[in-house]
């Protein structure tokens, strides 16, 4: 390795260096190393001046065994701060899972015929083009090798014959024939191979105008079935990918549709509004494979495969393909253009996978994912179909979603009084197991201890005890108790009109998913309201907690089992991403997210389908009126922020009213936080009252989590308010006072989920407010907000029951009159059953 700013050896680069090129003196190296490489003087020239400046290309052979070869645009190396010249590595097993394919180094894209290509199938897309040059050049300048397979010269080429088709009539002959006809003037059937012709440069110069944007150079090469069948011509294209991709350049390879053989009847050309363009799939596979690609990218206009042809009713986009499931595969007809189906690319991407390069077969067309379409796959990111040699031992996220809300269904029509055994037994086996369950928890803490990332506040949320084990089993048993009504309660109940009988009832929500951190708690917990609500659930726990989390799940199903529902609640093992399971909107309907505000605020983000349940900030404020008890001052400041400091109830803001400063309250509460090692940050009124104030705060809106704590100055009650509003999470936020009028304002003027009169933020508990646990606090405007416990995982339905009405009897010319007559709710008969 050499840098800018040293004399470089006069050396040869071999397979193995690697270049690195930085701003100091950047112009100048490059044109040293693109001289040494005999470039700069040839790059516009053809095959034969090539091959006297790069070796690899020929090899010394005779020149017409070699791929057709063209280099294009000198890389802009002065706007380029930092860059590193990959070269290849050894190339290994595919990936077995897709996490996994950000390793990828050597990279094939295949844009097949309905990517490159428009609509109206003459011309091509230039905005997806665009778009994923794009993608190929980032990728491509952060260190990895890029390939590309591209179709579109027979559809650039039609473009340009039909336009000089039309020029080529005579001027008489138009005017003559009058608009109309001209716009239905029949045009010659155009050969393919004559498109092809015309169409290659034309291509190659839009790509070479792209990628010159992005400062990076490519290399166009054509080949046919026949470059794949001499062994001299294989070794040279080999050898010339090579060289190329040692020297930091993107190939773009397409079959040379000028000269391929004659189609085969029945497959390609078939009217004039069809493009034969010879199937890339194989191309792209048998490049790949050749070339030792850790990836292959195979681009249609299909989201992926699917188990049946896409537009049928019960066909599923597969998230992963495996070599033995391709018996139970059904394949639909081709794309609009190309020759190649998805059969076609199924069978070139087993036949890449068994030459050991990973493929992800993706929708390239789509105009909301083409934009990031190749750099989601290379991220790992659930895009397409992934093809694995390596069949998970259990079922995938996609499957327990299946098997989560069928078993769900079944629990919810089960009897309020079967649920509540459920909840029991659970409720018993966590005293029971207690043993089982603190071992395991203690194998979680010993690794994170170990490990020495994870902070004291995490680690006290990882840790169970006997008990907290004691207090999960009470609250579990009350949930039992408040069960019996969940499910199947009327609401309301209205005469619509004589023997039209309208009514509102409750009723799960669907499936739920919960994802939580590094608190083990929270799944019995979760896992017993929804048994309660009747509601599947998906649970996805941090690895840190993965010990305890499988014991407690196991003993969840076991509960579950006592009514034969126990795929009901299902926990995620496998290595799916957090993101990933967001995008399941069709499978799921709630996503709750215990932890963090930073996991908070990027599930709220990546969930663009799904409600999200919960708060990303708990940002809550005591604000200590100028007539309020010192006693209670004490006390309440105290239990808010030193007694549980990393929980989302916790004080993060104390707010004090003016005339507080400079008084025996004030300086108690100071001496009170210091007592307790509370760090304090002066907010910027409360600093300008000091002469040398503590540190002042950054932010107003910060959620510290820990034993700190920011205090400001305020001049009134409603000023108050207006900083909560200003700075505040809608969370919890409190006042102490004892004047009951300024008390009830502030009540009614907050708006937030929890408000609390003379009481500690630490209330906002669903324990503490009775509702036997929660599943989390909300701060949204609809649905449930606050302490979210049982009630707040019900949504209604409308039954109604007739004697043959229809709408048409309640018109002007009906013989029906609506009542609209309230009726007094009655709860469902002993036995009634109600489901989602």
């Avoid at 070139?348 to 067309?365: E, F």
């Avoid at 048409?808 to 609506?818: I, L, P, R, W």
């Amino acid at each position: 390795m050499w840098h800018s700013g040293q004399q470089p050896k006069h050396t040869e680069l071999e397979p193995g260096d690697e270049v690195v090129f930085c701003r100091t003196g950047l112009k100048r190296v490059a044109t040293m190393l693109l001289q040494r490489l005999s470039l700069c003087s040839r790059l516009s020239v053809g095959p034969k001046s090539l091959r006297t400046s790069t070796r690899s290309v020929s090899q010394g052979k005779n020149p017409t065994t070699s791929p057709l070869v063209r280099l294009h645009a000198v890389r802009q190396w002065s706007n380029v701060p930092f860059l590193t010249v990959p070269l290849a590595r050894a190339h290994g097993k595919s990936f077995a899972h897709r996490s996994e394919l950000r390793q990828a180094k050597r990279i094939v894209v295949k844009l097949g015929s309905a990517v490159v290509t428009r609509g109206d199938e003459c011309g091509l897309a230039l905005g997806r083009l665009a778009s994923i040059v794009e993608q190929v050049a980032m990728l491509q300048n952060q260190g990895r090798e890029m390939m590309i397979v591209t179709s579109g010269a027979v559809a650039f080429g039609k473009q340009r014959l039909r336009h000089e088709i039309l020029l080529s009539q005579s001027v008489r002959q138009a005017l003559h024939s009058g608009q109309n006809q001209l716009k239905d003037m029949s045009l010659p059937v155009l050969e393919a191979r004559a498109c092809a012709a015309a169409g290659q440069s034309g291509l190659m110069a839009l790509y070479e105008a792209m990628f010159t944007q992005y400062s990076t150079c490519t290399a166009q090469i054509l080949v046919t079935n026949l470059d794949f069948h001499d062994d001299q011509k294989r070794r040279n294209l080999n050898s010339t990918l090579h060289e190329l991709l040692r020297m930091n350049i993107v190939p773009i390879i397409n079959t040379n549709d000028a000269v391929v053989p004659p189609p085969e009847p029945n497959s390609d050309l078939q009217g004039v509004n069809v493009i034969s363009i010879k199937d890339n799939d194989s191309l792209a596979a048998r490049l790949a494979v050749e070339m030792r690609a850790d990836l292959l990218i195979a681009l249609s206009d299909v989201e992926g495969l699917y188990d049946s042809p896409p537009g049928t009713d019960d066909a599923k986009l597969l998230d992963t393909f495996y070599p033995g499931d391709q018996q139970s595969i059904t394949y639909g007809t081709k794309s609009r253009v190309g020759i190649g189906g998805m059969e076609a690319k199924v069978k070139a991407a087993l036949w890449a996978l068994q030459g050991g390069t990973s493929v992800v077969i993706a929708n390239g067309t789509h105009p909301k994912v083409t934009g990031h379409v190749i750099t989601d796959i290379v991220e790992g990111k659930k895009v397409g179909t992934f093809f694995s040699e390596v069949k998970p031992a259990g079922p995938t996220v996609e499957q327990q979603t299946d098997m989560a809300r069928t078993a769900g269904r079944t629990l919810a029509s089960l009897l309020p009084e079967q649920r509540s055994e459920i909840i029991y037994a659970l409720a018993d086996l966590l005293t029971e197991k207690r043993e089982e369950i603190l071992s395991a928890n203690k194998k979680d803490l010993e690794f994170a201890i170990n490990s020495g990332r994870m902070p004291a506040s995490m680690l006290k949320r990882l840790s169970l005890s006997p008990s907290k084990l004691n207090s999960l089993a009470i609250g579990l048993r009350q949930i039992a108790v408040s069960s019996q009504d969940s499910v199947g309660r009327v609401l309301r109940r209205t005469r619509v009109a004589n023997n039209l009988d309208l009514e509102q009832i409750t009723v799960p929500i669907g499936v739920l998913l919960v994802i939580f951190e590094s608190r083990p708690d929270c799944l019995p917990q979760v896992s017993a309201l929804a048994i309660a609500s009747g509601n599947a659930l998906l649970l996805k726990g941090g690895k840190e907690a993965a010990n305890t989390n499988r014991i407690l799940h196991e003993l969840a199903q076991e509960a579950l089992s006592v009514h034969n529902v126990r795929d009901a609640i299902q926990l995620v093992s496998t290595r799916e991403e957090v993101e990933d399971l967001c995008r399941l909107e069709k499978m799921i309907d709630l996503i709750i997210p215990r932890g963090s505000s930073q996991l908070v605020r990027d599930i709220q983000r990546a969930a663009k389908g799904i409600p999200v349940l919960g708060h990303s900030e708990g940002i809550c404020h005591v604000y200590v009126d100028h007539e309020a008890s010192i006693d209670k001052v004490l006390k309440i400041v105290r239990d808010s922020k030193c007694d549980y400091p990393a929980a989302c109830n916790a004080m993060e803001t104390l707010l004090v009213h003016r005339d507080v400063l400079r008084t025996p309250l004030f300086d108690q509460i100071i001496d009170m936080l210091r007592t307790e090692q509370v760090k304090i940050h002066a907010g910027p009124r409360f600093a300008s009252y000091l002469t040398f104030s503590p540190s002042e705060v950054k932010s107003l809106r910060t959620e510290y989590g820990d034993l700190e704590c920011c205090i400001e100055v305020v001049d009134s009650m409603q000023e108050a308010v207006d900083h909560i509003h200003k700075y505040g999470s809608s969370h919890t936020d409190v006042i102490i006072t004892e004047n009951e009028e300024t008390a009830e304002q502030f009540l009614q003027l907050v708006d937030s989920a929890c408000v609390f009169w003379n009481a500690s933020s630490r209330f906002a508990d669903g324990y503490r407010f009775g509702l036997g646990a929660e599943v989390g606090i909300s701060t949204a405007r609809i649905h449930a907000r606050g302490p979210v416990g049982l009630e707040g995982l019900l949504t209604t339905k409308w039954v109604l029951r007739g004697d043959g009405q229809t709408a048409a009897d309640f018109s002007e010319q009906g013989s029906m009159k609506f009542l609209h007559e309230n009726l007094p709710v009655a709860q469902p008969l002993t036995g009634q059953r109600t489901s989602n």
